[in-house]
């Protein structure tokens, strides 16, 4: 697809940025777009204006897209300098308005849990939330620091109707995905992992799908990835290969590669990475992403980005 790749991971490179100085763990179903109704449109928010001063910590939403439904809302937290304060000691708790329904009265409100983007050194959140309605909401950030004011702080964004990111509950797509013998068991010509598991490598897509396997599919490039996650996300898939033996584990490289001086290197159309086939097979919007399938060949869990060990447990146990 000509010029996707630049966008592709958009939604996470803003969390590179601001990290760098210098319920249920099922999610992201886009829900019954029978069921979802169209918020009003806002006319009167009070209270959901632009802060007159810069609030001593703010949110980062790190989620690309919100959809009607369950979703995963992962967001981290910075100073105002811009430098990452997300810890594993800071507290925060979620309240989700409707805004154009009702401003005031929060929808739900949640306690997110703490997970570490890279471990020891980048930090971020995760709720759950479910919206019956799209429109414009708002979200109510309570932040508790030991020994410390609460701090108080609103941002709004708009929940789409529907995802267009295959979801929870939904058919997977058969990719046709690479595998090792397309590059004849050559791995360097296949992944930019530094420390590959062939296991990863071993069964494309369809073939999973076709033989009705449970799988856990990863798309994550650590040498190219906009995000930077890419390599700390997939570290965290590899202990769970053998773990999870009656599970396949595939991890997809979303962008065309090409060997150039005995190295991978991406293949650029109009000075963008170019991406795969299965990228738009699967609806992605940004990189990395972990679907989790089950025997029937549907989704049973869909983590964007950053995905916390319990998550990963949950997903898996449900399919094994």
């Known amino acids: 697809?000509?010029?996707?790749?630049?966008?592709?991971?958009?939604?996470?490179?803003?969390?590179?940025?601001?990290?760098?100085?210098?319920?249920?763990?099922?999610?992201?179903?886009?829900?019954?777009?029978?069921?979802?109704?169209?918020?009003?449109?806002?006319?009167?928010?009070?209270?959901?204006?632009?802060?007159?001063?810069?609030p001593a910590v703010i949110p980062i939403v790190v989620s690309s897209i919100q959809a009607c439904g369950i979703n995963r809302f992962v967001f981290t937290l910075v100073d105002a300098g811009n430098v990452p304060v997300a810890a594993p000691d800071l507290a925060v708790t979620v309240a989700?308005?409707?805004?154009?329904?009702?401003?005031?009265?929060p929808v739900a409100t949640v306690d997110a849990d703490f997970v570490w983007a890279i471990e020891g050194s980048r930090g971020a959140y995760v709720a759950n939330v479910d919206y019956p309605s799209h429109g414009t909401w708002g979200a109510e950030f309570r932040i508790t620091t030991p020994g410390q004011p609460e701090a108080l702080v609103r941002l709004s964004f708009t929940v789409r109707e529907i995802s267009p990111t295959i979801a929870v509950g939904q058919p997977a797509p058969v990719s046709k995905t690479l595998t090792l013998a397309d590059?004849?068991?050559?791995?360097?010509?296949?992944?930019?992992?530094?420390?590959?598991?062939?296991?990863?490598?071993?069964?494309?897509?369809?073939?999973?799908?076709a033989e009705h396997r449970p799988f856990l599919l990863a798309f994550a490039t650590p040498k190219f990835c906009a995000s930077a996650q890419c390599g700390p996300t997939l570290d965290r898939v590899k202990p769970f290969v053998a773990d999870y033996p009656t599970v396949t584990f595939i991890n997809v490289e979303p962008y065309q590669l090409e060997v150039v001086d005995g190295q991978l290197q991406p293949v650029l159309t109009n000075n963008q990475l170019t991406t795969v086939a299965a990228v738009n097979e699967w609806g992605l919007v940004s990189e990395p992403w972990i679907f989790v399938v089950d025997r029937d060949g549907v989704v049973r869990g869909s983590f964007e980005g950053i995905v916390r060990t319990e998550e990963l447990t949950a997903a898996l146990d449900s399919v094994r």
């Open 96 to 105: 989700f308005f409707d805004l154009g329904l009702d401003p005031a009265t």
């Open 1 to 54: 697809m000509v010029g996707r790749g630049a966008a592709l991971g958009l939604a996470l490179s803003l969390f590179a940025a601001a990290c760098n100085p210098a319920a249920s763990p099922e999610a992201s179903p886009p829900g019954d777009p029978a069921a979802c109704t169209a918020s009003p449109e806002v006319t009167s928010a009070p209270g959901w204006d632009t802060p007159a001063a810069t």
């Open 183 to 209: 590059v004849g068991g050559d791995i360097a010509r296949l992944s930019t992992d530094r420390e590959p598991l062939a296991a990863m490598y071993e069964t494309s897509v369809a073939t999973a799908v």
